[in-house]
């Protein structure tokens, strides 16, 4: 599958942002979904990740109550709504798929990537 994200940009704290990651060919509802974070500097980090039904979620603490992940299967696309917008969230946002378990925060567990978009908070 080929996944392609979208939707960063500048933003000020305390503002929303929302991302979108659409997925090519026809087996997007056999994958669990999950975006993860780079910020200039440090590793990747979990952010949140959805079940292949999209009726569970898991979300990173620092996320949790901020950010929100949904999927349409009919358009094979996977969100990221965040609110209450952050410095600290600023970073190079990526969308993965994986085969196995939506519960799984490690980013070696994702089989398929797409770029990244860059979302960028000012305080």
């Known amino acids: 599958v080929q996944l392609q994200a979208s939707g960063g940009g500048l933003v000020q704290a305390g503002g929303s942002l929302r991302l979108s990651c659409a997925a090519s060919g026809r087996t997007f509802s056999s994958y669990a979904m999950g975006w993860l974070r780079q910020a200039p500097g440090k590793e990747r980090e979990f952010v949140g990740s959805?079940?292949?039904?999209?009726?569970?979620?898991y979300y990173a603490d620092s996320v949790k109550g901020r950010f929100t992940i949904s999927r349409d299967d009919a358009k094979n696309t996977v969100y990221l709504q965040m609110n209450s917008l952050k410095p600290e969230d600023t970073a190079v946002y990526y969308c993965?798929?994986?085969?196995?378990?939506?519960?799984?925060?490690?980013?070696?567990?994702?089989?398929?990537w797409g770029q990244g978009t860059q979302v960028t908070v000012s305080s």
């Open positions: 993965a798929a994986r085969s196995g378990s939506f519960y799984y925060s490690l980013s070696n567990g994702y089989d398929y």
């Open positions: 959805i079940s292949r039904s999209g009726g569970s979620t």
